[in-house]
């Protein structure tokens, strides 16, 4: 596969967001969703916070509260025998296993404009923030999907209710409207396809099931985006190959002659991020015709091997442009990168099923 990385990568690191409050630091700008509007392109990013800690023993948590809209900052020391600290993202309780009980960032969504695509200018205010008791832990990963002259942005919802996906929609990027939670804890990675098919919206998710299954990628259809039912089970992970621990959709599927092309992110079971794609019917998008082997894309970059959370990278919006394929993704859930690929080199790679 022929990779064109930007000799500009990453193109939006930490150090070029300035944090929403003087006591924090601003630790990532990554997995931003992606779109077109009055000639710019938009970087929805994933902006992730803490608050600054004085003291190396002390990580902190920050919570949104309600009530009060404030942030609340919980302190946490490393020596307390009742936590876990060795996954930089979470704060386990011991007792509870891998779930966590608080996030060490708390992440929101900020614009980036460019008119080139490579050079961003980044606004100084959140424009989505956590607003309600679904959110308390921050919002992540957006993805766009504009239908008409309508923008969906639908997000990681985190709370200690756990990780659902909520939906807002806005036509200018100022004004937005909250339309709920669409897809209950656990899921994430949400994609809605840019079109409807045979008079149905379409969604591709990524259920998290607890007595049997496994983070695998489902589809469900709808006929007003707000409500999504008949599930299917689209792909599984695969045994001893690179999307064998968890897999989720990336970004909006591309409309090509051959099926929709969903290009979608696949973890090895020792956490490496990767990206891959499946080709999906054009008249079903639950029917499957053909899947990657091997990776699109991997990390390989220092950019992308090494960060906040290393050998990552994960993708939630491209732009097409004729044969182009210019994917935007994260970086080592650090920052943000973008690399020119060949839509017919992609389909031509694929493995029919
Ligand atoms: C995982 C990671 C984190 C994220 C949490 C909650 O631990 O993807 O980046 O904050 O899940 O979604």
């Known amino acids: 596969m022929n990779v064109y990385r930007y000799e500009e990568n990453p193109l939006v690191t930490p150090r070029d967001v300035k944090p929403h409050r003087d006591d924090f630091e601003v630790i990532g700008a990554f997995n931003a969703g992606i779109a077109t509007y009055n000639d710019e392109v938009i970087m929805l990013l994933r902006v992730a916070e803490r608050p600054i800690s004085d003291d190396p023993n002390v ?73 309600n008791e679904l959110e308390t832990f921050g919002i992540e990963d957006p993805r766009v999907t504009q239908i008409g002259d309508t923008y969906y942005i639908y997000y990681s919802a985190v709370s200690p209710a756990g990780v659902g996906e909520s939906l807002v929609s806005t036509k200018d990027f100022v004004e937005v409207e909250h339309n709920g939670m669409i897809f209950c804890p656990e899921n994430k990675d949400v994609l809605i396809f840019p079109e409807k098919i045979n008079g149905l919206y379409y969604a591709l998710h990524r259920p998290v099931p607890k007595s049997t299954g496994a983070p695998e990628i489902w589809v469900a259809e709808s006929t007003n985006l707000l409500h999504w039912g008949n599930h299917k089970h689209l792909i599984g992970l695969r045994d001893g190959m690179w999307d ?90 650090t920052s943000m990168a973008c690399a020119e690929l060949s839509l017919q080199e992609i389909l031509d790679s694929l493995t029919y099923v």
């Open 59 to 131: 990580v902190k948590a920050p919570v949104y509260n309600v009530k009060t809209k404030e942030l609340e900052i919980l302190s946490f020391n490393l020596d307390d025998e009742r936590y876990d600290f060795s996954d930089p993202r979470v704060i386990c309780e011991k007792k509870n296993g891998k779930r966590f009980s608080y996030l060490t960032s708390l992440s929101y969504i900020r614009l980036a404009r460019s008119t080139d695509g490579r050079n961003f200018t980044i606004e100084d205010e959140p424009f989505i923030y956590p607003s």
């Open 244 to 333: 064998n621990g968890r897999i989720g959709g990336g970004a909006v599927p591309i409309k090509t002659e051959k099926g929709w092309l969903e290009l979608y992110h696949g973890a090895s079971k020792e956490d490496r991020y990767c990206m891959g794609a499946v080709l999906l019917d054009l008249e079903n998008p639950a029917k499957v015709i053909a899947r990657s082997e091997t990776p699109i894309l991997e990390p390989e970059a220092d950019y992308e091997v090494d960060g906040f959370f290393g050998n990552v990278v994960f993708s939630c919006g491209v732009l097409v442009e004729g044969d182009v394929v210019k994917m935007y993704y994260g970086v080592a859930d």
